[in-house]
């Protein structure tokens, strides 16, 4: 949220000067972009990937003070619940062999975490929301303890002046026809600490933003489809990619009266095709009141007239708290400022090799989808694109997404026949290794000719299991220790065997 938070309690007063201060840095955003319209040198790609911690019996481990002071590392980091923490991967190029060294790193400093963390009592596991979780864990008392995060959710609770509640219908199920559903009511925002995602960032110049904004908006549908990870939530067999809407749900700010007015969430796909980055900030500015109103002092057009480099520290914060499923970034070096674009749509896990694919994929059509000379999002609805993200997510391999040139046409057949040849283009014209751009794309072409991505297991070891005798807190939590078995070996969760074959009824 472009730094800490030290207050806890914000008057009508902080709320006013907030909101002036955030025009401020608007008005010294536009200013910098007018000088920066060249392409620039090539993009740099980095990393972020949440985490759960498990105990031995495959449950939540509220351990993450403990695990972040045995791991003594600044890269990883707290996120709001004790089971959560959240390692940052070091920005890069994408050519020569950088993914395939991208790999390797997050791989040994993920094992070298899951070391020091089994020592206190944790485990890392890489999955998009952990089943074991229950409404139990989910309590005000299992927020990690930052005082960011205790502000964050007596503002958001402030603001809709009632508890949240978890509204969620579930696929159909061969055994289910009519599917699972959750409702429940909660007092916390805790329930988004469920959803773990890996964040793929890419540095792009003013002039290319919004051409790259845009096309990630289009494949978000796809990815989340090609990736889904996150099946199963407090017991209930849901969507494919439940992560949407739960995050959407948790942190949202309106009651249902203004749900019914058309106000805009704070979780938000946005509602049309951009011309500048500018348009996103500027759209944050008038749609979304405060939530954490922390000024500086700082003037950012005398920073600016002084040659100086301006943190724009209101528009950062106000940026923090609405969450965009593809965010802009400003952000600031010792002697520099640079813009990135932050993909958050997919899950964490299954494994770091499957981590590494979903980033090939994405930077490597995004890229190619940008810079096409005839931008395909011209050819789209946005309502469409938006459409694709909710329909990925609830089913997965399953669904039925719009593309231009197309029309409805199942994830599968989307990315073999239009987006990987993109994705091919667009790494090479990144200067990647052909071996290693067709090492990473390679596991997505094989995972979309199965059908198998993490949800995919996730259900079908489920199933095969309660086939078995057992309960769904049993298969639940046996499901959770044979994916962190095959998590560990890093083979793409595509080739991961049967689950359940060894099964037999009780």
């Given at each position: 949220?472009?730094?800490e938070?030290?207050s806890l309690v914000?008057t009508?007063?902080?709320?006013q000067v907030?909101?002036?201060?955030v025009h401020?840095?608007l ?8 000088g920066?319209?060249?392409a ?5 790609v980095g990393?972020?990937v949440?985490?759960?911690l498990?105990?031995g ?5 509220m ?7 045995a791991?003594?590392d600044?890269a990883?980091?707290?996120?709001l619940?004790?089971f959560?923490i959240?390692?940052?991967v070091?920005?890069?190029r994408l050519d020569g062999d950088?993914l395939?060294?991208?790999e390797d790193e ?5 094992n070298?975490a899951?070391?020091r963390a089994?020592?206190v009592?944790?485990?890392?596991a ?5 089943p ?9 008392r299992?927020?990690?303890?930052d ?5 964050l959710?007596?503002?958001i609770?402030?603001a ?18 009519d599917g699972?559903r959750l409702a429940v009511?909660t007092?916390t925002?805790l329930?988004e600490?469920a959803?773990t995602?890996?964040q793929?960032?890419?540095?792009v110049s003013?002039r ?7 096309s990630?908006?289009?494949l978000a549908?796809?990815q989340?489809?090609?990736a889904?990870?996150?099946p199963f939530?407090?017991g209930?067999?849901?969507?494919h990619e439940?992560r949407?809407p739960?995050?959407?749900q948790a942190t949202d700010?309106?009651?249902?009266e203004?749900r019914?007015?058309g106000v805009?969430?704070r979780?938000?796909?946005g ?5 500048s980055?500018f348009?996103l900030?500027e759209?944050?500015?008038?749609y ?9 002092d ?6 600016i007239s002084a040659?100086g480099v301006?943190?724009?520290a209101e ?6 708290t609405i969450?965009?499923w593809n965010?802009?970034i400003?952000d ?6 640079h813009?990135?674009l932050?993909n958050?749509v997919l899950p964490?896990?299954p494994t770091?090799?499957d981590?590494v694919?979903d ?9 190619a ?8 999002w ?7 694109a938006a459409?694709n993200?909710?329909e990925?997510a609830?089913?997965?391999f399953g669904?039925?997404l719009y ?5 409805w ?6 990315v073999?026949?239009?987006?990987l ?8 014209s990144l ?6 751009r ?6 997505v072409?094989?995972r979309c000719?199965t ?7 996730q259900r079908?070891?489920?199933a095969?299991r309660?086939?078995a005798g057992?309960?769904r807190d049993?298969?639940?939590?046996g499901?959770?220790?044979?994916y962190?078995?095959?998590m560990?070996?890093?083979?793409p969760?595509?080739t991961?065997?049967s689950?359940?074959?060894?099964l037999t009824?009780?």
């Amino acid at each position: 949220m472009g730094r800490e938070v030290t207050s806890l309690v914000f008057t009508r007063k902080d709320r006013q000067v907030f909101r002036e201060k955030v025009h401020a840095c608007l008005d010294a955003l536009a200013d910098l972009l007018a000088g920066e319209e060249d392409a620039g040198a090539e993009p740099t790609v980095g990393l972020e990937v949440e985490l759960n911690l498990v105990d031995g019996e495959c449950n939540p481990a509220m351990v993450n003070t403990s695990v972040l002071d045995a791991i003594a590392d600044p890269a990883y980091q707290t996120e709001l619940g004790q089971f959560n923490i959240e390692v940052n991967v070091a920005p890069r190029r994408l050519d020569g062999d950088n993914l395939a060294t991208l790999e390797d790193e997050l791989r040994t400093t993920l094992n070298q975490a899951n070391d020091r963390a089994a020592a206190v009592g944790g485990r890392l596991a890489l999955i998009g929301i952990l089943p074991t979780l229950r409404k139990q864990h989910l309590q005000q008392r299992w927020m990690s303890s930052d005082p960011r995060y205790t502000a964050l959710d007596q503002q958001i609770f402030a603001a809709r002046g009632e508890d949240i509640e978890l509204d969620i219908a579930g696929v159909a199920l061969a055994q289910q026809p009519d599917g699972e559903r959750l409702a429940v009511v909660t007092d916390t925002i805790l329930a988004e600490a469920a959803c773990t995602s890996t964040q793929l960032h890419l540095q792009v110049s003013p002039r290319e933003f919004a051409a790259h904004w845009n096309s990630a908006q289009m494949l978000a549908g796809v990815q989340v489809a090609m990736a889904a990870n996150s099946p199963f939530f407090a017991g209930r067999a849901l969507w494919h990619e439940t992560r949407i809407p739960l995050f959407e749900q948790a942190t949202d700010t309106r009651p249902l009266e203004l749900r019914n007015q058309g106000v805009r969430p704070r979780v938000w796909f946005g509602e049309r095709w951009i011309s500048s980055i500018f348009d996103l900030f500027e759209e944050n500015s008038r749609y979304f009141p405060a939530l954490l109103p922390e000024c500086t002092d700082e003037d950012p057009h005398a920073v600016i007239s002084a040659g100086g480099v301006p943190e724009l520290a209101e528009l950062r914060m106000h940026n923090g708290t609405i969450y965009r499923w593809n965010r802009p970034i400003y952000d600031t070096t010792d002697t520099d400022h640079h813009l990135r674009l932050e993909n958050r749509v997919l899950p964490a896990g299954p494994t770091v090799r499957d981590t590494v694919a979903d980033a090939a994929f994405y930077y490597g059509a995004v890229r190619a989808l940008a810079r096409a000379e005839r931008p395909a999002w011209s050819r789209m609805p946005f309502e469409a694109a938006a459409a694709n993200l909710q329909e990925g997510a609830r089913h997965g391999f399953g669904a039925r997404l719009y593309w231009p040139d197309r029309g409805w046409t199942s994830p599968s057949d989307l990315v073999l026949h239009t987006l990987l040849p993109l994705a091919h283009a667009g790494l090479d014209s990144l200067g990647v290794d052909p071996r290693v751009r067709d090492t990473y794309l390679g596991v997505v072409e094989d995972r979309c000719r199965t059908g198998r991505n993490g949800a995919r297991w996730q259900r079908d070891a489920v199933a095969a299991r309660e086939a078995a005798g057992e309960d769904r807190d049993r298969a639940l939590a046996g499901m959770v220790a044979d994916y962190l078995e095959r998590m560990h070996s890093d083979a793409p969760v595509h080739t991961w065997d049967s689950p359940g074959h060894h099964l037999t009824n009780e």
